[in-house]
């Protein structure tokens, strides 16, 4: 199955920095690469994803980039606000035309963002 | 639409009883998604359907857990006998066609005794 590492595993940040969160799988075939955000209590939910035919992809303050030779994918946030203090997770996957895929979630990096 | 609906919210109960947790999922979806979410293991993938056939259940623990999905409103989880290491949150999730985005329930906190 899928392997995928997140580093780091925690991020603090002073508000207004940067933050960049890596993502690296292992199979190769993967062509999805989703960045979920969940707060304290709350669910997981989509923030931005790209798919293999594309290199970057960004949404205001956050970004995320491909590396498909080195099969790493990052999320970048510029200008971080409190609001982005979360558990921010990857789960690439290989959707197929009959079949979804399976996720394989990430363990998961704990972004702080201080005032 | 009211996005995906899990009940109950939250579970107590003792070990060795049985436990079903209910899912519906958004109207249109044809992939649900079931997970469990714990400090130690992270986010594990327990089973996935697609038109309510199961596709994968390899996530799943052992015998004591299984899922359902009469039709393409409603899921079941259910785990018989519960024990204490089953304490997690789970959360359902469903997603449209070729399964992107998955669009997640609030999530079942349980807590088994």
């Known amino acids: 199955g899928e392997n995928v590492e997140q580093h780091p595993s925690t991020l603090s940040v002073q508000e207004g920095d940067s933050a960049v969160i890596k993502c690296t799988y292992s199979?190769?075939?993967?062509?999805?690469f989703p960045w979920y955000k969940q707060e304290l209590g709350k669910r997981p939910q989509l923030i931005i994803d790209?798919?293999?035919?594309?290199g970057e992809k960004k949404d205001q303050r956050i970004a995320v980039t491909l590396n498909k030779t080195a099969k790493h994918f990052s999320l970048h946030i510029t200008e971080t606000q409190p609001e982005d203090s979360a558990v921010y997770f990857c789960?690439?996957?290989?959707?197929?035309?009959?079949?979804?895929?399976?996720?394989?979630f990430g363990d998961g990096t704990t972004l702080t963002v201080k005032p | 639409d009211a996005g995906v609906i899990q009940s109950p919210r939250h579970e107590v109960t003792e070990m060795g009883q049985e436990v079903t947790l209910r899912c519906k999922p958004i109207?249109?979806?044809?992939?649900l998604f079931w997970y469990r979410q714990t400090m130690m293991r992270g986010l594990e993938l327990l089973i996935y359907?697609?038109?309510?056939?199961?596709?994968?259940d390899s996530g799943m623990p052992e015998d004591r857990f299984s899922a359902k999905m009469p039709n393409a409103s409603f899921s079941t989880l259910k785990i018989q006998p519960s024990e204490p290491r089953d304490s997690a949150v789970y959360f359902c999730?469903?997603?449209?066609?070729?399964?992107?985005?998955?669009?997640f329930g609030p999530g079942t906190r349980l807590t088994v005794l």
């Open positions: 999730a469903s997603s449209l066609y070729g399964g992107d985005e998955q669009f």
């Open positions: 199979d190769s075939a993967s062509n999805y």
């Open positions: 790209i798919r293999s035919n594309v």
């Open positions: 789960a690439p996957k290989f959707l197929r035309n009959t079949n979804a895929g399976k996720s394989t």
């Open positions: 109207s249109g979806h044809d992939y």
């Open positions: 359907f697609n038109n309510n056939v199961p596709i994968d």
